[in-house]
């Protein structure tokens, strides 16, 4: 059964420092997408992306973050200067034509220190 | 603003009984009411929707309704299975928003053996 893999499962990473999550959506589908849950908390939706550009963005989605579908296959996630808030499970997420019955991957949970 | 929440944080049933976990929303321009269910440690994954026209739909063992009078969602799980223990989670589509899922806190539900 086709799925969404992400990559790293973790990462740590020092206050400051850039961090790069990535994705691979399943193959077919049209819209992608990262949302992001703190601990015990709801999921928030980040932003959404089909055909090869934000469609929407939340308030969180600030100058900090970035997307990138470069090569076809992987959808990135850039956080340029990270935070200690932003330590959350961040997920992405792809759709088929039903865009609302999104297919989550496992999750990159990320630690600012 | 948050537009979707849920009455009960937590709920226990017995293997066999039947569930309901409850959602209010308060965005009446939503196009689509779905639920997803979250697993310790995965991501969200899609159990059902309904459509803002409708007030019922059915799936394999799940129920949800639609009461846009007052604004509640409800999933009903008939026979519950210690497999179906996790977190549900209401979500929202909004009209004129581009491919974003609002969602609310969650139910945890536990099914005790």
């Known amino acids: 059964e086709p799925e969404v893999t992400q990559t790293p499962s973790h990462q740590v990473t020092q206050m400051g420092q850039e961090v790069i999550l990535r994705c691979v959506p399943i193959s077919n589908h049209l819209y992608f997408y990262w949302y992001r849950q703190i601990l015990g908390q709801k999921v928030e939706f980040l932003v959404s992306?089909?055909?090869?550009?934000?469609?929407?963005k939340s308030e969180i989605f600030d100058d900090q973050f970035s997307v990138e579908r470069p090569d076809g296959s992987n959808f990135t996630l850039k956080i340029r200067s990270t935070k200690l808030e932003d330590s959350a499970m961040y997920f992405c997420a792809s759709s088929g034509l039903r865009w609302w019955e999104a297919f989550f991957g496992q999750g990159t949970r990320l630690t600012v220190v | 603003g948050e537009s979707v929440g849920l009455h009960l944080p937590t709920l226990s049933v017995q293997e066999g009984d039947n569930s309901i976990i409850n959602c209010a929303y308060s965005n009446s321009a939503s196009d689509y009411f779905i639920w997803y269910k979250q697993e310790s440690g995965k991501g969200p994954q899609f159990i059902i929707d309904i459509r803002s026209n409708m007030d019922k739909r059915q799936g394999q063992r799940v129920t949800v309704l639609l009461n846009k009078t007052v604004k509640h969602l409800s999933l009903q799980i008939a026979a519950t299975q210690p497999g179906d223990s996790a977190v549900y989670f209401c979500a929202e589509n909004t009209r004129g928003s581009n491919y974003k899922l609002t969602f609310g806190k969650g139910t945890l539900l536990t099914v005790n053996p």
């Open positions: 992306f089909y055909n090869n550009e934000i469609s929407e």
